[in-house]
């Protein structure tokens, strides 16, 4: 009996053990790195005001109800804050309607033209530790948060401080940054980051860390107690580490589903894509293609700015089908002016400017082309080649 009994003893005493030591390990680094602590910085001691869109700002909590251009900044206005003494960041963001976009911002007094800018996650409460971003040093003159969307809603910051770091928000912000929620990234249904973007120490580090401990206790028992190396307490260990972690994504997945199930539950496939970041795009493109393009599928080039992401110019092509669109970086190439052909402008990240009342020459080939104005709106401009 005590056969049997002894690998699972073996195991539990190189698990426990060995996870003892990673936390004393960890508590002593994350005590080496506290530092002077001063006053937090809260809603209800600095004052925030709107400097574009607007909304409600108590010492509670920040209410953003419009946007200007697609854009609400909230800013505190000149202050003085030692980005080493307050460096951990708490923020419950509620996001009751889609928000494209919410980023912390803060303005270094040595460079006050550059400013910091660190991606929040809305719908959850978080706890950052902006010493893990390079820019958080110095002295910082101005923070404030950059929220961004092309519809009003009601978007609400429930609560917000900047605090000094101490051992218990040290333990915080690690374990936060291990099951900060991730929203889809656009990419493989089973990529994960494992948290949060930046982290002091990443999740499956520490785990690597911790079963090689275990396995070199694990081998000073056998070797003590001169007991022969048996492979099911590692390979159990393994499986531990990949559960920890498989478990951690797991909890990721599920929290996305309740996303999706809440935002698109119930709606068609036109009425889910109309939900998307692209919405707008799509019903510009679908108002062309309606009213404005021909029935048979014509030529488009979508211009966009060199250094953009052409995220949108992507969406915009594969909504334009049975249109055969090309996507083209700066100004069109003389072998890209295709006669009769068009030039699609979004206006979301293009900074293109088009004078309707001015019509354009080239010469590609020798031959010269007017461009002249098709269709214009707040989304984009439509251009044809003459």
Known sequence: MNKLHAPLRDYLIAALLSAGLVAAGLTLYLDNRIGNTPSPITLENQPFRFAMGGGNISSQQIDIK?????????????????????????????????????VFFARPKHNPSQFIRIPLAPGSAVLLDLRQYPDWQGTISEIGFLARSRLDGD?????????????????????????????WQQRSVNYSTGGAREQLLYLPSVIIGWFL??????????????????LATPLALVL???????????????????????SYAGM????RLKQGIDREIMTYI??????????TPSKILLLTDSDSSQYFE???????????????????????LWERAYILILNINSSFVFNENKL???????????????????????????
């Not at 249109?323 to 083209?328: E, P, T």
């Open 66 to 102: 419009r946007f200007s251009n697609g854009l609400a900044i909230i800013s505190s206005g000149n202050l003085t804050l030692h980005a080493e003494q307050l460096s951990i960041l708490k923020i419950d963001i509620d996001s009751l309607d889609k928000l494209e976009e919410i």
């Open 360 to 386: 354009i020459s080239m010469q590609p080939n020798g031959k010269s082309r007017r461009i002249r104005l098709v269709h214009k709106n707040k989304t984009g401009n439509l251009l044809q080649i003459q």
């Open 268 to 271: 068609s496939a036109t009425e």
């Open 213 to 230: 401990l275990a396995f070199v206790v694990y081998g000073l028992i056998t070797l003590f107690q001169k007991r022969r190396f048996s």
């Open 240 to 262: 531990t580490g990949w559960l920890i972690l498989d478990g951690r994504w797991l909890l990721n997945a599920f929290e996305q589903a309740k996303h999706s199930y809440s």
């Open 286 to 295: 679908e108002h062309l293609k309606k009213n404005v393009l021909p029935d």
């Open 314 to 336: 992507l969406k915009a092509r594969y909504h334009l089908l049975p249109h055969s669109a090309y996507v083209s970086s700066g100004f069109p190439r003389k072998d890209e």
């Open 155 to 183: 978007h609400r910051i429930k609560a917000f401080s900047l605090e000094p770091a101490t051992l218990s928000n040290e333990w915080q912000s690690l374990i936060s940054s291990w099951l900060q929620f991730e929203p």
